[in-house]
Every structure is written in structure tokens, then in C-alpha cells.
Nanobody, 127 residues
Framework: QVQLMESGGGLVQAGDSLRLSCAASGLTFSTYTMGWFCQASGKEREFVSAISWSGGMTYYGDSVKGRFTVSRDNAKNTVYLQMNSLKPEDTAVYYC????????????????????WGQGTQVTVSS
């Protein structure tokens, strides 16, 4: 059974940084593209970032380019999202996602390809 467990969320001020982690189990991690999505209250879930199974390809949503960095450690079955220069509009629940053998761009454009979702971690940015 695939499990994705996010951690690292919290309450920060605008301009601060956070690093989210997603620990995966029950899957051959090195064959999965891993991604991050977010959902603000009253809004639809939207794509944040994704990284290919090898780490060689990354993709970002327009609103986070230049501020967020996705990375992974296949030895630890963990994917990270370094979030810098946080803004109040980044406030949302952040979800980890896993999809096998697809590119990060496909994950971003077609969330139906996603195999598994985490439970989410809340990020709140105060102004």
C-alpha cells in the first residue's frame, strides 16, 4: 500500500522560508515522478512543482518559479519542496503526489495520471 506522508508545514510570516518533506513508502520510489499541489480554502487544487524519477527534470507552476525548489533523495524515499520568499497567497494545504513513468509536465497538466496522494500539510503565511 502506497503511503505519502507530508511534513514541514506551519505558520510563518511573509518573506520567510519553509521546507516541506514527503516520505514515501510502499512503492518503488525511484520509478515515480513526485509532485506538489496546493489547495487554498474555497479554491481548486493547483499544481506547484514536480520532479522526475531520476531528478533530472523539474517543472514549476508560474506563481512559484524562482521562489520554490523541488528536490528528491531516492535513497531516503523522500521528496522536498524548499519554499522561499513566501507570500500570503501561498497559504494553502500542500499535497504530495506520486505518478509512475510520466514527465513532470504531464503530471502538471493531467492530475488524473496521479497514482497516490498524501494527506496534506497546512502552510499559512501571514502578512
Amino acid at each position: 500500500q502506497v503511503q505519502l506522508m507530508e511534513s514541514g508545514g506551519g505558520l510563518v510570516q511573509a518573506g520567510d522560508s519553509l521546507r516541506l518533506s514527503c516520505a514515501a513508502s510502499g512503492l518503488t520510489f525511484s520509478t515515480y515522478t513526485m509532485g506538489w499541489f496546493c489547495q487554498a480554502s474555497g479554491k481548486e487544487r493547483e499544481f506547484v512543482s514536480a520532479i522526475s524519477w531520476s531528478g533530472g527534470m523539474t517543472y514549476y507552476g508560474d506563481s512559484v518559479k524562482g521562489r520554490f525548489t523541488v528536490s528528491r533523495d531516492n535513497a531516503k524515499n523522500t521528496v522536498y519542496l524548499q519554499m522561499n520568499s513566501l507570500k500570503p497567497e501561498d497559504t494553502a494545504v500542500y499535497y504530495c503526489a506520486a505518478a509512475q513513468y510520466i514527465t513532470p509536465q504531464i503530471m502538471a497538466r493531467n492530475p488524473l495520471t496521479i497514482h497516490s496522494w498524501g494527506q496534506g500539510t497546512q502552510v499559512t503565511v501571514s502578512s
